[in-house]
């Protein structure tokens, strides 16, 4: 028989895995190592680490992983090609974290091969310690100028640290307070209910404005203006001539659509099945008033006019054209986009070249369904003929990206045909970096290591 210890001892794994089971966590791992990295979960007990990086990080790349608290991950250097590593002696080289209870886990790793694991705990901590030296160094130069007593600095360092703290907390509540919101609204509209609600409207706007690009005064739904996260519905933002002229320069060119393959590259996938093409803007033609140059423009205008990044059309992407077709009810495999986000959603710093905003401008929209869904915003837009969604994903201030805000889906399109023109925006590309220069993980490719 065996003795209570040994049963212990091989009870505890499975008593830690099940307890760990109970609490779920979700952490975005950024790869500055100067070489890829590969991620192994190391399971309890004896066996070798299992692989979750499917296969590997690029250096410059992040990756989003979903674990438990208590689990422990190993971060292994990859050689390159000629199979030595940076470590020492050309060896390739480790490092270890392990998640814990505190949430928006994220982790860097350095070009040491170092890994600074920061949390929503340890920011509060660094924004702490940044606030009382900030006071401090106040206080000490006011102190060395005017000759302040001893009471009277402390009561002075008392005055920074309280206005500074009263900032933050109200910064915090206010970000409790719209989580809260956000989930009340999931809890009344789910992505298959929204999608199956035929007759569900166009979520209410939290403000109503206009746009004026100086020749046409455009009405504006603003249904979410937070500083990464925005969804503005603009009305009449694109004439049937414009749609005309676009859906004729795609037409030849109509191909499958395609996702990226989470590799640098695409590939076509269930998720997302529509035609599409892409359209190259003749800037040549602009100043005869070309259709497609006049649609283009009036994106980076309005990009502009929201963000102030100064964006222009050097090395964008090309003017895309999708297209959904309605087959009827019994259709098992309806055209559709599963959700998604179309830049980087982690939260993490925005990525030079990358994809900050998307204009989706509406030109043939469908009897039943296609609708969008902002499903994590809880966030319901019906298509209309003329008007544009703009969503951007970025924090200009602090160059953070959206947490998953702008996460969104195509409903399936149920009858008619679903025609919509799309120009995803990046920044930080010019004639000599265009947006082709980068592959689809947001890594220059000529920075890849070889």
């Known amino acids: 028989m065996r003795s209570l210890s040994s049963l212990f001892a091989a009870l505890v794994p499975w008593m830690v895995v099940t307890a760990y089971a109970e609490e779920p966590r979700s952490i975005a791992i950024q790869n500055d190592s100067g070489t890829k990295v590969e991620i192994y979960w190391i399971p309890p007990g004896p066996g070798k680490g299992i692989l979750q990086s499917s296969p590997f990080i690029y250096n410059g790349a992040a990756m989003s992983l979903n674990s438990f608290v208590g689990h422990s991950f190993e971060a292994r250097e990859m050689p390159g090609k000629s199979g030595k590593c940076l470590g020492h002696d050309m060896t390739c080289r480790v490092s270890y974290f392990t998640v814990n209870k505190n949430d928006e886990q994220q982790i860097f790793i350095d070009g040491n091969f170092e890994i600074k694991h920061q949390d929503n705990k340890s920011v509060a901590r660094e924004s702490a310690k940044e606030l009382l030296d900030d006071c401090e160094a106040q206080v000490t130069k006011h102190a060395e100028e005017d000759g302040l007593g001893a009471l009277e600095a402390i009561e002075e360092l008392k005055k920074c640290v309280e206005s500074g703290v009263a900032f933050e907390v109200e910064k915090a509540n206010e970000e409790v307070s719209f989580q809260s919101g956000i989930r009340k609204k999931m809890a009344e509209s789910y992505e298959n209910y929204t999608c199956a609600d035929y007759d569900l409207p166009t979520s209410e706007a939290e403000k109503n404005t206009f746009w004026d690009d100086g020749t046409v005064v455009r009405d504006v739904k603003i249904l979410m203006d937070r500083p990464a996260s925005k969804v503005h519905i603009v009305k009449n933002f694109i004439s049937v001539e414009e749609c005309m002229a676009m859906e004729e320069a795609a037409r030849p060119r109509l191909h499958k659509a395609t996702v990226a393959d989470g590799k640098g590259g695409s590939e076509l996938s269930p ?154 925006v990046r920044y930080g590309v010019d004639k000599e970096n265009p947006w082709d220069s980068f592959n689809t993980l947001g890594i220059k490719i000529s920075d890849m290591e070889e």
Request: glycine share 10%.
């Open 271 to 424: 998720n997302r099945k529509a035609m599409q093409a892409g359209i190259r803007i003749p800037w040549d033609l602009e100043k005869d008033g070309n259709p497609l140059t006049t649609i283009s423009r009036r994106v980076y205008d309005y990009v502009n006019h929201v963000l102030g990044m100064n964006i222009d059309e050097h090395g964008q992407e090309d003017l895309m054209s999708i297209q959904y077709e309605g087959r009827g009810e019994n259709d098992a495999a309806p055209d559709r986009y599963m959700p998604h986000c179309d830049g980087d959603c982690n939260a993490m710093q925005f990525k030079t070249g990358n994809r900050m905003a998307t204009m989706v401008m509406y030109c043939t929209v469908p009897t039943k369904g296609g609708a969008t869904n902002f499903r994590n915003a809880g966030l319901h837009v019906v298509p209309e003929v003329g008007t544009a969604t703009f969503f951007s994903y970025i924090d200009p201030k602090t160059m953070k990206m959206d947490s998953g805000f702008t996460e969104h889906s195509g409903c399936p399109v149920v009858e008619g045909e679903k025609k919509i023109v799309t120009q995803w």
